[in-house]
Structures are given as C-alpha cells and as structure tokens.
Nanobody, 122 residues
C-alpha cells in the first residue's frame, strides 16, 4: 500500500523538543521532495520546511528557522523534522507530503500523510 505515515507528535512543554518522522511505504522517497506543513485550529495550512529531491537543498519558514531541522534517511525511507525550542504557537497538526523530482520551495505536493498532533503547553 502506497502511503505516508507521520509519527512522533505529542504534548511537550515550551522549550522542549520533538522529532517527527514521515515514513513512506509502497514507494521510495529517493526521488521526491518532502515538505512538512502544519495547520492550527482556525488557521490556514502553512509550509514549515522542505527538502529537495535532487540536491537535498532545504528551506525553512521564518517562524521556525534556527529551531527546526529537516533531514532524510533514504535507507530507512523516512524524513525527519527535528523541532527544538518549541513554542506554544508551534501547536498544530503536522503533515508531510511528497513531490516527485522537485526542488523546494515551490514544489507541487500530491501525496499527503494523515498528520500528527503537536501540542506545546505548560
């Protein structure tokens, strides 16, 4: 079955860390750009970070730059989002998505995971 599955979300205190995983099954992530997005209640979905398919170029939204790091492990067919110094405003459902043979930002994502909840609260 072709799918993306996010994991690693949870409840964390402000200043804490989480590592999200985006695992692919049924296809290889090797040739895909991967994007991480988030959507908070009542807000539009926003792009958080992405990694290109060709040269592993990375992009971060201004709001997370310096705190989040995206990486890929092709052997595990998984992409990670390491989130440090978390803030309450990082609370959202986080989604990963793929775009074949694409650079980012600007990729057109056509396969999405189901999302994982991240809650930052004391």
């Amino acid at each position: 079955q072709v799918q993306l599955v996010e994991s690693g979300g949870g409840l964390v205190q402000p200043g804490g860390s989480l590592r999200l995983s985006c695992a692919a099954s049924g296809f290889s992530l090797d040739y895909y750009a991967i994007g991480w997005f988030r959507q908070a209640p009542g807000k539009e979905r926003e792009g958080v970070s992405c990694i290109s398919s060709t040269d592993d170029n990375t992009y971060y939204a201004h709001s997370v730059k310096g705190r989040f790091t995206i990486s890929r492990d092709n052997a595990k067919n998984t992409v990670y989002l390491q989130m440090n110094s978390l803030k309450p405003e990082d609370t959202a459902v986080y989604y990963c998505a793929t775009a074949l043979y694409s650079s980012c930002p600007g990729a057109e994502y056509d396969r999405w995971g189901q999302g994982t909840q991240v809650t930052v609260s004391s």
